[in-house]
């Protein structure tokens, strides 16, 4: 027996771990959809039973935790960690010290440094928790699409637990991520196309061959895997989380999962509201912006320098646009110029070297700091997502050299 549920975002009907899990089911049976270059329908979610929870769990122990190391609450995770050794766990844990204050323009706002992270960036989240998922299960290959972050951490963390990886890329995935996918011994599938194009192609391929997917939102452990940084968040802040969160959105998993994590923390009365939650995207790729302009997704091909927040129909579209609205947030788009620019200043006032999709929450943020529209008294922080060394293209546009 598990102590979790599958529900459906969409219809909000039930089903069991042993019925979702044992036939393979990724989206919603009654109401799911995986339709080309549209967001997904009947994503799923993982449910726990909250009230137990609360009679089980402790605030001041569960404070205790050593953040990065997320088999140590395996009440809030849908993987049976008695089943791993230690030796295998440690093999995936996050740096522990990622949140850091920082002091810029005399404005302090703090970061969650995710560039650290064993393949790099905040994939790493989701790559363990659907590697574990695949090892307890007993299967050896897993496929995901990808605009290099997600399918260089799965290679990653493949590599780390002995297993098969094959990504599914577009053609104008940066170099050092689709080398970085081939350094790790995965099996590497530039698609011709866009990413849209990737994830459709890796879906097929999978259902014919039967390999676990990773793809992200349409398997729910992307969702779970990425809540971490909330529960991250709130072991390294003690529990005084920050008032507003900026986060980069390209297909809109971590928004929902980070949405979800503070979401479980309130369930557990641990927390007494939420963070607002800034959706930042591209001009060049802005469906969530426009969807809350407009009520209804229109598909786009996106183009923008911050490939890694490049989705023309972003797949968790749905769930991001409840994550911002739930908690009183916004979404807002930020040129590629001032991503570039945005990039420039931030790894020279902080030595943090983040790629361009983290660039874009500095570039939002400062605009809104300028415009007025954030409090200086409230505590804002930036997701810092991925490291700078993956697009080397766009470092090199930063000049200097
Ligand atoms: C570094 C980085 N930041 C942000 C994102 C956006 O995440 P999501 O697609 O879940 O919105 C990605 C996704 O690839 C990423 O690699
Ligand atoms: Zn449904």
Redesign the pocket.
């Known amino acids: 027996m598990t102590n979790y549920i599958y529900k459906c975002s969409g219809c909000q009907k039930e089903f069991g771990a042993k019925e979702i899990e044992s036939n393979f089911i990724y989206l919603c049976p009654v109401c799911g959809k995986a339709e080309k270059n549209r967001p997904l329908e009947g994503v799923l979610t993982v449910e726990y039973d909250y009230t137990e929870l609360k009679k089980k769990l402790l605030k001041k122990i569960f404070l205790k935790l050593t953040p990065g190391k997320f088999w140590l609450y395996p009440d809030l995770l849908p993987v049976n960690f008695k089943k791993f050794r230690d030796d295998q766990l440690i093999k995936l844990a996050l740096p522990s010290d990622q949140l850091l204050k920082y002091n810029i323009n005399k404005r302090e706002f703090w970061i969650l440094d995710?560039t650290r992270n064993p393949t790099l960036?905040?994939?790493d989240r989701a790559s363990s928790l659907v590697a574990l998922k695949a090892l307890q299960l007993g299967i050896t290959e897993i496929a995901a699409a990808?605009?290099?972050?997600?399918g260089s951490s799965l290679a990653g963390i493949c590599a780390r637990l002995g297993l098969n990886a094959r990504i599914y890329v577009p053609k104008n995935i940066p170099e050092a991520k689709r080398i970085q996918i081939e350094a790790y011994g995965a099996k590497l599938i530039v698609v011709d196309g866009d990413y849209d194009k990737a994830f459709d192609v890796c879906l097929e391929e999978s259902k014919k061959n039967k390999w676990y997917n990773r793809n992200?939102?349409y398997n729910p452990l992307?969702i779970e895997g990425?809540k971490s940084a909330a529960y991250d968040i709130f072991i390294s802040s003690q529990g005084n989380i920050p008032d507003v969160i900026f986060?980069?959105?390209?297909?809109?998993?971590?928004?929902?999962?980070i949405y979800k994590g503070f979401k479980e923390l309130l369930a557990l009365g641990w927390i007494d509201k939420l963070p607002k939650l800034i959706a930042v995207q591209s001009t060049g790729s802005d469906a969530l912006v426009r969807y809350f302009k407009t009520a209804k997704f229109e598909y786009k091909p996106a183009n923008t320098i911050a490939d890694?927040?490049s989705?023309g129909a972003?797949?968790?579209l749905y769930m991001?646009a409840n994550a911002v609205k739930e908690s009183n947030g916004f979404a807002i788009a930020v040129t590629d110029e001032e991503i570039l620019s945005a990039q420039k200043e931030f790894i020279t006032q902080t030595g943090i070297l983040c790629?361009p999709?983290?660039a874009s929450v500095y570039a939002a943020y400062k605009k809104l700091v300028l415009e007025d529209r954030i409090s200086a008294v409230e505590k804002n922080l930036l997701?810092i997502?991925?490291n700078g060394l993956?697009d080397i293209i766009s470092l090199r546009k930063l000049g200097g050299n």
């Open positions: 995710d960036s905040y994939k990808s605009t290099g972050n997600a992200t939102a992307t990425k986060v980069p959105v390209g297909d809109g998993v971590i928004i929902s999962g890694s927040i989705a972003p797949r968790n991001a790629e999709s983290s997701l997502t991925g993956k």
